[in-house]
């Protein structure tokens, strides 16, 4: 760059004060801390009147480095800048003009420093590090420069971008060294350089600025890695703070902080990273952005048209809050909730204090505003039932993200995170509607958190978004051929022996000795493979006896030393059923539901389990005090236990033989008991299970938490099914038919011969037909697809067909309702029913 190029260059440096413009919010936000080359006390008129812009040229090497002031500034100021920049002390420093060397007391107006002038600085430097760095931003600048003097230069944005990236992808391999580095951007005035660039009259420079702007914005995104991203945040803070300047709504701008954003996002996950960025420097963005999803959830329920609320600006706002609710928590000390009051007083602390008040009035007013939105989409879902209208609001796509925000920072605050629940709970409908829209790459887990604000449906679509996405692409699927009389062994292989990872895709099942194959046969062997490991006489589970359809471990399950293994693989199997949506009639008693949840076991929870121990239990707890003092019973703290055939007694505490249990120690006796018989008895059985379900997971670690998010109940209805007796009507209502009318004969004979067949008849039917034996709780409106009859051209002494794969059943128009009832009473047969695969 040549000192007497005549174009400024700006620094955000300047101390601008922060405004936040919405008439909603009006707290006061503390200034800008001031990194200007200029003087920040002045008001804007003056300083505007008396800023200079000059060139300072380093001697003998020959950089050239631009400088913004006030005339009234004195040359100290200047000296004690390039100390800052260069690390040059000021007492090696002498500065030249017109030949002359200036004095550190006197003015730059007295010393006739004009705009655009050129200065020399001759001392001796210290060793300068990254030597080459500085060249290359120092070309770029200079490219920059006589762009904006006017000088014609063919493909300007071709030279300077592949300086950016050489800038970039010579970033020291030595973290400690990086800072260093990428401070030369900022310390050769790059980014003001480019902005003045954007902000060229001159045709052309706009362009060439905003594509090269944008080059570094992706380049230090992509190229660098994810740990260097914090060091980076500083030059796109810079590039923000000075297209703000210009417009709020410049798409550069918004690019910037969108960048920014990601930045800050990318770091705060990692450990240990380096603070480079203060809460008051972003705070601008926060309050800018909380002014605009305000504005736009407005919108959103004024018009069905509206776009609301945009993912970008809602991205930006998590990430910039990120970094806002970190630091408040570390420099509060977090204790506890903060005590804000809406008196005035606020909250007092030396350095946020502001920050802190003013986060909490925008928490409050984006609350109101979701829930006048939620309000607005419960009278736009009533509508909607009533057949009135539509309710395609595009509007509403960004409310739960939103909401997930309001979530967290609700958290910093006494009494607000009960306010946003309470909203959320009186707005449950429209909360719930909004979760079916819920997809795998948002995170919505903690609306979980609360399951009084959520329905089963829901709850249940939260939860299945934890799974991976089954894939129908017959190059991914995870092949299986099993014998049927080897079922459970030839699956064990299949099934614990592969890796996770090759379980997620899908499955591809077929049967030894028979052509069936797809869909129908995975739900065929899921009903099947469940039925053999829930078999008590496999010695890995045990039905509750009060109700046989409940299942926990067996803590015998020992005598199979494989057994944990088998366990481990059982769980992977649960998993794949509920990935697959396939309901296999089992269910879990509470006692295993709640160790799968990571959750304590209390005297109610083994009711069904063991009602014999339940009973004996509150027996003792209820006993008259003096019956139970006088030893009438016998008891000590032990427990006698089978084992291989054999009785043996262990103690339930070290010490135990001689412990009495009396009137003050019962409690505590039942609760070693509970322990004793349902978690370190079965402990090593459910963690190997827990395991396997995990594996099936998007993530392993979600497991305990998967379970956490459900009741009970509602993984009963997701693995069992409804329980209700098959609906012949809504069966009749969710089939259709090919080749017959619903007013042909054999479709009458047909729906009157099911409708006078058992519940279990039916059952084996629709089994023969979809492979289904067990409805989802919806009933037939929860299945993947609707049913079809279809009218087949095989004989009429031939048994009705099915294609289970597609939901077909397939008959030919037998002549009569006799001949029809005959055949459908051989293929309901159990055994027919489920072998009707085989050649």
């Not at 060439?208 to 995104?221: K, M, P, V, Y």
């Not at 070290?654 to 402990?683: A, C, M, T, W």
């Amino acid at each position: 760059m040549r000192k007497d190029e005549p174009n400024a260059v700006h620094s955000s440096s300047d101390a601008q004060p922060r405004s936040i413009t919405s008439a909603q919010f009006n707290p006061r936000v503390p200034d800008d801390r001031s990194t200007s080359y200029s003087c920040s006390t002045r008001a804007e008129s003056t300083r505007s009147e008396s800023r200079l812009q000059f060139f300072i040229k380093m001697i003998p090497e020959g950089k050239t480095m631009v400088f913004q002031f006030c005339s009234r500034d004195t040359v100290r100021s200047v000296h004690d800048r390039i100390q800052l920049v260069t690390g040059i002390p000021v007492h090696e420093q002498r500065l030249i003009y017109r030949g002359k060397q200036l004095q550190w007391e006197r003015t730059l107006a007295e010393c006739s420093i004009q705009n655009d002038a050129g200065l020399e600085l001759v001392g001796r430097m210290r060793s300068t590090g990254h030597p080459h760095a500085w060249q290359v931003v120092d070309d770029i600048v200079s490219v920059v420069c006589r762009l904006c003097r006017g000088e014609t230069i063919p493909s300007a944005a071709k030279h300077i971008k592949p300086r950016m990236s050489e800038f970039l992808t010579e970033t020291p391999k030595d973290e400690e060294r990086v800072p260093g580095h990428l401070q030369i951007f900022l310390s050769c005035s790059a980014p003001a350089a480019l902005v003045m660039l954007y902000m060229s009259p001159i045709k052309g420079n706009k362009d060439c600025a905003d594509s090269s702007i944008r080059h570094f914005l992706n380049s230090s995104r992509n190229s660098l890695p994810k740990s260097y991203h914090n060091y980076c945040a500083p030059i796109v803070l810079e590039f923000c703070k000075l297209l703000r300047r210009a417009a709020l709504e410049d798409p550069l701008y918004l690019s910037c902080r969108s960048t920014l954003g990601s930045l800050l996002e990318s770091t705060g996950s990692l450990e240990n990273s380096k603070k480079v960025i203060v809460m008051q420097e972003i705070f601008p963005f926060v309050s800018e952005l909380g002014n605009r999803l305000s504005k736009d959830l407005v919108s959103s329920m004024e018009s069905p048209t509206s776009v609301g609320p945009l993912l970008g600006d809602v991205r930006d706002l998590a990430a910039f809050l990120l970094l806002l609710r970190t630091e408040i928590t570390e420099q509060v000390g977090f204790q506890g909730p903060i005590p804000v009051t809406l008196d005035g007083k606020g909250y007092k602390h030396p350095l946020y204090g502001e920050e802190i008040e003013f986060l909490h009035l925008l928490f409050i007013d984006l609350l109101k505003r979701m829930g006048e939105c939620l309000h607005k989409m419960e009278e736009c879902l009533a509508v909607k039932h009533k057949g009135e209208g539509e309710t395609n609001y595009s509007g509403w796509s960004q409310y739960l993200a939103i909401l997930k925000e309001l979530n967290s920072v609700s958290k910093l605050y006494l009494g607000a995170e009960e306010d946003f629940w309470m909203v959320l709970k009186l707005r449950k409908s429209s909360l719930c509607t909004l979760i079916k829209y819920a997809k795998r790459t948002d995170d919505h887990q903690w609306l979980l958190e609360q399951k009084d604000v959520t329905d089963f449906e829901s709850r249940r679509h939260l939860a299945m978004m934890m799974f991976p996405e089954v894939k129908e692409d017959y190059e991914e699927l995870h092949e299986m051929l099993i014998d049927r009389s080897q079922l459970l062994a030839e699956s064990f292989e299949y099934i614990a022996k592969a890796e996770p990872e090759a379980l997620h895709a899908g499955l591809f099942m077929e049967f030894k000795n028979e052509e069936a194959t797809g869909p129908g046969v995975v739900r065929e062997w899921f009903f099947l493979v469940c039925q053999a490991i829930f078999n008590p006489e496999n010695a890995l589970f045990v039905p509750c006896p009060n109700d046989r359809r409940r299942f926990f471990p067996n803590p015998t399950s020992k005598v199979d030393p494989l057994h944990l293994e088998y366990f481990n693989f059982s769980g992977r199997v649960i998993a794949l059923a509920l990935m697959h949506k396939v309901q296999v009639g089992i269910v879990f008693d509470r006692v295993f539901f709640l160790q799968l949840a990571g959750r304590d076991i209390s005297l109610e929870d083994i009711r069904d389990a063991d009602p014999c121990l339940y009973s004996s239990c509150k027996q003792i707890l209820e006993m008259d005090s003096d019956f139970i003092d006088s030893d009438a019973l016998g008891l000590t703290f032990v427990r006698e236990v089978e084992e291989l055939g054999t009785r043996k007694v262990v103690e339930l505490y070290p010490g135990g033989k001689s412990i009495v249990v009396n009137s003050k120690n019962r409690e505590e006796y039942v609760k070693l008991l509970i322990d004793h018989q349902f978690v370190k008895s079965i402990l090593e059985q459910v963690s190997h299970f827990a395991q396997g379900f995990g594996h099936i997971l998007c993530n392993t670690g979600l497991q305990k938490f998967f379970f956490q998010s459900l009741e009970l109940e509602d993984l009963d209805s997701m693995l069992y099914g409804s329980e209700t007796t098959i609906c012949v009507n809504d069966w009749k209502a969710h089939t259709e038919y090919n080749g017959y009318k619903e007013t042909d004969p054999q479709i009458f004979w047909f729906w009157k011969i099911v409708g006078a067949m058992s519940a279990e008849q039916r059952k084996v039917l629709l089994f023969f037909w979809t492979s289904v034996k067990y409805l989802p709780v919806e009933g037939f409106r929860g299945l993947a697809s609707r049913l079809y009859i279809y009218k087949s051209t095989e004989p009429q002494d031939h048994l009705p067909s099915s294609h289970t794969c597609f939901y077909r059943l397939c008959f030919p128009p037998y002549p009569s309702m006799a001949i029809m009832q005959d055949r459908l009473h051989v293929i309901t047969q159990e055994h027919v029913g489920c072998s009707f695969g085989t050649w």
